[in-house]
Nanobody, 116 residues
Framework: QVQLVESGGGLVQPGDSLTLSCTAS????????MNWYRQAPGKERELIAS????????NYADSVNGRFTIFRDNAKERVYLQINRLTPDDTALYYC?????????WGQGTQVTVSS
Protein backbone atom coordinates (compact mmCIF):
# COMPACT_ATOMS: atom_id res chain seq x y z
CA GLN A 1 0.00 0.00 0.00
CA VAL A 2 1.03 3.61 -0.47
CA GLN A 3 3.02 4.98 2.44
CA LEU A 4 4.52 8.40 2.98
CA VAL A 5 6.73 9.02 5.98
CA GLU A 6 7.93 12.52 6.81
CA SER A 7 10.91 13.34 8.98
CA GLY A 8 13.26 16.18 9.79
CA GLY A 9 11.04 18.49 11.79
CA GLY A 10 11.89 19.89 15.17
CA LEU A 11 12.30 22.96 17.32
CA VAL A 12 14.43 25.60 15.62
CA GLN A 13 15.23 29.25 16.11
CA PRO A 14 14.19 32.12 13.84
CA GLY A 15 16.61 32.46 10.96
CA ASP A 16 17.59 28.79 10.97
CA SER A 17 17.31 26.45 8.02
CA LEU A 18 15.77 22.99 7.93
CA THR A 19 15.34 20.22 5.38
CA LEU A 20 12.33 17.95 5.66
CA SER A 21 12.26 14.53 4.04
CA CYS A 22 9.45 12.30 2.86
CA THR A 23 10.14 8.66 2.09
CA ALA A 24 7.65 7.01 -0.22
CA SER A 25 6.80 3.38 -0.80
CA UNK A 26 4.09 1.24 -2.32
CA UNK A 27 3.87 2.99 -5.69
CA UNK A 28 6.07 3.94 -8.63
CA UNK A 29 7.45 7.12 -7.13
CA UNK A 30 9.12 8.38 -10.30
CA UNK A 31 5.79 8.63 -12.10
CA UNK A 32 3.96 11.02 -9.83
CA UNK A 33 3.90 14.62 -8.71
CA MET A 34 4.76 15.14 -5.07
CA ASN A 35 3.47 17.91 -2.86
CA TRP A 36 4.24 19.48 0.49
CA TYR A 37 1.45 20.98 2.58
CA ARG A 38 1.47 22.56 5.98
CA GLN A 39 -1.14 23.25 8.62
CA ALA A 40 -0.54 25.89 11.24
CA PRO A 41 -2.50 25.93 14.50
CA GLY A 42 -6.02 27.19 13.90
CA LYS A 43 -5.54 27.42 10.14
CA GLU A 44 -6.48 25.32 7.16
CA ARG A 45 -4.01 23.02 5.49
CA GLU A 46 -2.28 24.82 2.62
CA LEU A 47 -0.33 23.63 -0.40
CA ILE A 48 3.12 25.16 -0.28
CA ALA A 49 5.20 23.33 -2.90
CA SER A 50 4.85 20.81 -5.72
CA UNK A 51 7.29 19.06 -8.01
CA UNK A 52 6.63 17.02 -11.10
CA UNK A 53 7.78 13.45 -11.57
CA UNK A 54 10.46 14.74 -13.97
CA UNK A 55 11.76 17.20 -11.34
CA UNK A 56 11.00 20.21 -13.49
CA UNK A 57 8.85 23.28 -12.92
CA UNK A 58 8.49 23.22 -9.15
CA ASN A 59 5.67 25.43 -7.93
CA TYR A 60 5.44 27.35 -4.70
CA ALA A 61 2.80 29.21 -2.77
CA ASP A 62 3.36 32.95 -2.82
CA SER A 63 3.71 32.90 0.94
CA VAL A 64 6.90 30.79 0.79
CA ASN A 65 8.42 31.60 -2.60
CA GLY A 66 12.08 32.41 -2.33
CA ARG A 67 12.67 30.68 1.00
CA PHE A 68 11.46 27.14 0.27
CA THR A 69 12.93 24.67 -2.20
CA ILE A 70 11.34 21.37 -3.13
CA PHE A 71 13.45 18.66 -4.73
CA ARG A 72 13.33 14.93 -5.15
CA ASP A 73 15.53 11.88 -5.57
CA ASN A 74 13.64 9.33 -7.63
CA ALA A 75 16.27 6.65 -7.03
CA LYS A 76 15.80 6.98 -3.26
CA GLU A 77 12.03 7.55 -3.57
CA ARG A 78 12.26 10.66 -1.47
CA VAL A 79 11.05 14.21 -1.75
CA TYR A 80 12.56 17.02 0.27
CA LEU A 81 11.61 20.48 1.38
CA GLN A 82 14.41 22.85 2.26
CA ILE A 83 13.30 25.82 4.33
CA ASN A 84 15.55 28.84 4.81
CA ARG A 85 15.27 31.85 7.10
CA LEU A 86 12.58 30.26 9.24
CA THR A 87 10.17 32.54 11.05
CA PRO A 88 7.62 31.82 13.79
CA ASP A 89 4.93 31.98 11.06
CA ASP A 90 6.44 28.80 9.61
CA THR A 91 5.42 26.87 12.73
CA ALA A 92 3.14 24.11 11.46
CA LEU A 93 2.68 20.43 10.84
CA TYR A 94 4.23 19.68 7.45
CA TYR A 95 2.74 16.93 5.30
CA CYS A 96 3.89 15.06 2.23
CA UNK A 97 1.20 14.23 -0.32
CA UNK A 98 0.66 12.54 -3.65
CA UNK A 99 -2.39 11.95 -5.79
CA UNK A 100 -2.75 8.69 -7.64
CA UNK A 101 -5.90 8.43 -9.72
CA UNK A 102 -8.87 9.36 -7.53
CA UNK A 103 -6.94 8.92 -4.29
CA UNK A 104 -4.97 11.41 -2.27
CA UNK A 105 -2.36 10.00 0.07
CA TRP A 106 -0.85 11.67 3.12
CA GLY A 107 1.90 11.05 5.56
CA GLN A 108 1.48 11.54 9.29
CA GLY A 109 3.26 14.89 9.19
CA THR A 110 6.36 16.28 10.83
CA GLN A 111 6.14 19.19 13.26
CA VAL A 112 8.22 22.30 12.74
CA THR A 113 8.26 24.78 15.59
CA VAL A 114 10.11 28.06 15.23
CA SER A 115 10.73 29.81 18.50
CA SER A 116 13.46 31.70 20.28
Amino acid sequence: QVQLVESGGGLVQPGDSLTLSCTASGFTFSRYFMNWYRQAPGKERELIASISHLRVHPNYADSVNGRFTIFRDNAKERVYLQINRLTPDDTALYYCNTVIGPNSYWGQGTQVTVSS
